[in-house]
């Protein structure tokens, strides 16, 4: 583990220390929406159109601090709304953009603020523009393994860009390394400015087998495929399963704590 990785985690452990563990800390802030979900589709965390078939439509943009230089991308987070005529289980979406607003916490797509509603009130609720809301981050979940997509920019035989897809669970991946099927010479690729994107320009002769680490709270652990994941003939726009989901839950210092399900 590089020494960037283990001093952020001694540092949350000192912070979280003072405080009482929590999976489920409850937010108060704003949302707004999008009056076009196209806006989206070309959003900071690099999902492209992509984007818009996650979690039927249900994504957001978020501000700064939440998309924390990328590391949010593909979060998920339950918003509800206070008012008489908001659900009380609120809707869940996954993070896929950063927003510069600060008077908000997130941008909703417009299929996603009206889910915030009851039945028939969608309409009245738009006309707030701006909601006050609480939220939580909670785990993602999927039907699919973690999953790797080589990109565009990705040159053979050693210019390798890869981006996650379908990271199941409540922590953020904080380093990614890959290695020739067998071997120990792991090669540590680097976050570009896209969130779920990493890349390397020394990508070993294939297969390859990947592995991450991946951290939320207290600490941090190694997660990875032993088995070859990117083929040696790679092809740009393929997308490879790990074999492997992430389920781990992140820990954050707050009190009291939330372990209701909001339904």
Same mark, same amino acid.
């Given at each position: ?159 390798? $860009? ?14 990614? *390394?890959? %290695? /020739?099927? !067998?071997? @120990? ?46 083929? $040696? ?14 389920? *781990?839950? %992140? /820990?954050? !210092?707050? @009190? ?8």
């Amino acid at each position: 583990m590089s020494f960037s990785i283990f001093f952020f985690i001694i540092i949350s452990f000192i912070v979280f220390s003072s405080t009482t563990a929590c999976d489920r800390c409850v937010h108060k802030s704003k949302v707004s929406y999008f009056p076009s979900s196209s806006s989206l589709s070309a959003g900071a965390c690099g999902y492209g159109s992509m984007a818009m078939s996650f979690n039927g439509g249900y994504v957001a943009a978020s501000n700064p601090s939440l998309y924390g230089h990328g590391v949010g991308c593909g979060a998920c987070f339950q918003i509800r709304c206070k008012n008489k005529i908001c659900r009380t289980s609120g809707v869940k979406v996954i993070l896929t953009d950063m927003s510069k607003s600060n008077t908000t916490s997130f941008v909703l797509t417009k299929p996603a603020f009206e889910a915030l509603a009851k039945p028939g009130m969608a309409s009245e609720l738009k006309n707030f523009g701006i909601l006050d809301v609480e939220y939580k981050r909670i785990p993602c979940e999927y039907k699919r393994n973690l999953s790797v997509r080589v990109e565009e920019s990705s040159e053979k035989p050693s210019n390798l $860009v890869i981006k996650f897809l379908f990271q199941g669970g409540q922590t953020d991946i904080v380093a990614v *390394d890959v %290695a /020739q099927v !067998g071997s @120990s010479d792991w090669r540590y690729m680097t976050r570009s400015y896209n969130g779920p994107v990493w890349n390397t320009n020394r990508a070993p002769a294939g297969p390859l087998q990947v592995r991450v680490v991946v951290t939320g709270g207290y600490d941090g652990k190694w997660i990875w495929a032993d088995k070859e994941v990117i083929p $040696v003939e790679w092809k740009i726009g393929s997308v490879y399963d790990l074999g492997v989901q992430i389920s *781990d839950i %992140a /820990q954050e !210092g707050c @009190s009291p704590c939330d372990t209701d399900e909001w339904k």
